[in-house]
């Protein structure tokens, strides 16, 4: 390769892409409702493409490779799936003549459509951003079949801005892939790297002929424990990004491991010959000296900005971390130098906190969103605040009301070990089963249902004071009157009364807890067009009323069948949300957990024979060290225990998780003590139930039927076929029916059909089960 200038002092690894307006959003919808065409979803990518480059340009990062090209118009992994067509062989035919996959066709793989399902969808490490899992096997015909990337940097030319192309590396995209499911048993996709790497190279050098400098290569799996040890994927290394390196003709490289610190791993990585190396000095930790000594030339970026919450930096301390770093690096014999970065990429965080014109002033004196962590990457670059200072012009101290309330913390200092346990699950199984009287294999869905416009009109007008709390009742009242009736309709065993009065299923509960705050923009994706506003969890959390009992009561005067009460859990609250990070998770998770306690036990005394308390982010929130998931397992299970195990034995106690590798943490979902727990399962085919059996996890269970984020309706055989499966792994007595997830972003048309599918398939298992065998 030519020359090419050392990285600015000042950068980040991406910056939001779904627009200060959720631009990307909205256009995408309409592209897919085809109320709009693909040149006009095009024109939005590329005005929100320029208008990030000039954002970031004003807000101080300025020299060659300073401002990252981190755009996607769905999922980044995806992205690089679909540049090296990775395609499964359902999806063969997208693939054009020349070679190309389209847009159009990237949005195949990742909704799906009448005849296939989508790709797999889990979580993005131990974040809420979900990302689609390629399907890999030893027949996967890799080449360069997406140009996008390249385009865009031709764009950025022309617009005369440079940008730092950002690309998932051909390691992470192995090793978070899945094998495709005609691979044969036991096959791992990283054996495919040697196959892979080649067209890395190729691609290196398109991005070098399109006229990039630099190109960012995302490797956040070498900081977390994998299924290899570090002298394996150090190996590894040796073989894909020291071979990238090697090659003659590329931009220089900066390998970015986000998410942790890559132990073990991080000598080969500097050893590989590429030009920067990232470390994220909030989640991980300083190397310590020897591990810098193969350094060279190589520069550091010192991820000490965080990523990934919306606190503003103590600056003095960040500045202290940055020289920390520069002294070990030099006692090393390095000489690349240190570049301040953030610890990821911005993408989960909001655009700007100066658009919360509503927000306490105290409160958001003390926020930084990715504007504002720009700002803080740039000042620290400057040289300007001095290490160790406690004074700097964004450090702001949180010492304002509701930040600590000494009732909320002497009620969870006297909770003891009795607080968490319930009956032997077979007593409460007799008494619930007397209670309910449900037939074998019940049919319920997971929560919400679709939200029409005139719900989402009346909770608008409602807050904007356009209509009086009795007008708002009444409309949300008629709503969910419509909503028992479709149950009843269509047949379920246990109904919901759909939660229209929710936009979401943590700001609902936020913003009738004490000790959060919410905004009006601050939204962040978290996955494709679904974006969410995380709310600001900033002091001691309690309830002051109860929240859910009169919709849940309203809802079951309507019915003799009985009806959930829905909250959501400790655990999800604490993911979903911007948490303080002035104590440890544990207590903040406890307070929450007793909150919840007060609102399930409100419900049961109001008549509610069925609470649900959904945790989907108990997986998300593992840590990626094995080391460490006893410890996260220990407070998260207590918080759920805390808030579930007040009631009585009759009292039935779902959960609901989804969206994640949940055979990591079996033991864990058991340990819950949940009476049922529905889970997703139907983009997975159903792989949970075989780690289900009867000795390792009594309770009921509802696999997933249906794949609620994909339009498809899924027919009554498939169905069919699936909890045919399942009733022979986990047994009737424990199985229940439900789709994947809520109903919340789906039409109505789809989700009558798709529920009358599951009803009707489910009376079909049932009758199967009734016939005599043939002798």
Known sequence: MTSTPALPAATILGYPRIGPNRELKKAEESYWAGRSDLAALEETGRTLRAATRARLAELGLAGEGAIPESFSWY???LDAAVTVGALPSRFADLQGEDGSISLASTFVLARGDEQRPPLEMTKWFDTNYHYLVPEIGPDTAFDLAGDQLVRWVRE??????????????????????????????????????ADLVPVYVELLAALRAAGAAWVQIDEPALSA???????ELSELVAQSTAVLAAAADRPAILVTTGYGHPEGVLPALLASGVEALHLDLVKGQLP????????????????????????RAELGTAAARVAELASRLEQAGGTGGVVVGTSTSLQHVPHDVTLETKLPAELRETLAFADQKVTEVVELASGSVAAGSVDGPLSVARTFAGVQVPAVRERAAAVTAADTERAAFSVRAAAQQEALGLPELPTTTIGSFPQVGEVRKARAAHRKGQIDDAAYTQAMKDEIARVIALQEELGLDVLVHGEPER?????????????????????VQSYGSRCTRPSILFGDVHRAAPITVDWATYAQSLTQR??????????????????????????????????????????????IGIVQVDEPALRELLPLRTRDHDAYLDWSVASFRLATSGVAEATQIHTHLCYSEFNVVVDAIDALNADVTSIESARSRGEIVEALDPEAFPRGIGPGVWDIHSPRVPSVEEIAE???????????????????????????AETEASL????????????????????
């Not at 801005?161 to 499911?181: C, N």
């Not at 936009?503 to 939204?523: C, I, K, P, R, S």
């Not at 599951?758 to 009376?763: D, H, K, P, R, S």
Request: glycine share 10%.
């Open 756 to 775: 009358k599918n599951l009803v009707e398939a489910t009376l079909q298992v049932r009758a199967a089960a009734q016939e005599p065998a043939l002798v």
């Open 156 to 193: 950025a030319a022309a617009a005369g801005d440079s940008v730092r192309p950002v690309i998932v590396g051909p390691l992470t995209l192995l090793l978070l892939a899945k094998a495709a499911d005609d691979a044969p048993e036991g096959f791992d996709p990283i054996t495919r790297l």
């Open 503 to 523: 936009n979401d299923m943590v700001q609902y509960f936020a913003e009738n807890l004490e000790g959060f705050a919410t905004t009006e923009h601050g939204w």
């Open 225 to 231: 424990d994998q299924r290899l040890t570090p002298a």
């Open 722 to 748: 699936q909890l045919t499966r399942a009733r022979a792994a986990v047994g009737a007595e424990r199985l229940w029916v439900n789709p994947d997830c809520g109903l919340k972003t789906r039409g109505y």
């Open 75 to 77: 999922d980044q992994v």
């Open 288 to 311: 310590a000296v020897e591990d810098l000594a193969g350094a060279g030339a190589t520069q550091l970026v010192a991820g000490v900005i965080n990523g990934r919450n919306i606190w």
């Open 562 to 607: 009985p009806v959930k009460g829905m909250l959501t859990g400790p655990v999800t609250i604490l993911a979903w949300s911007f948490v303080r990070d002035d104590q440890p998770l544990g207590d903040t998770a406890a307070q929450v957990g007793l909150a919840l306690r007060d609102e399930v036990n409100d419900l049961e005394a109001a008549g």
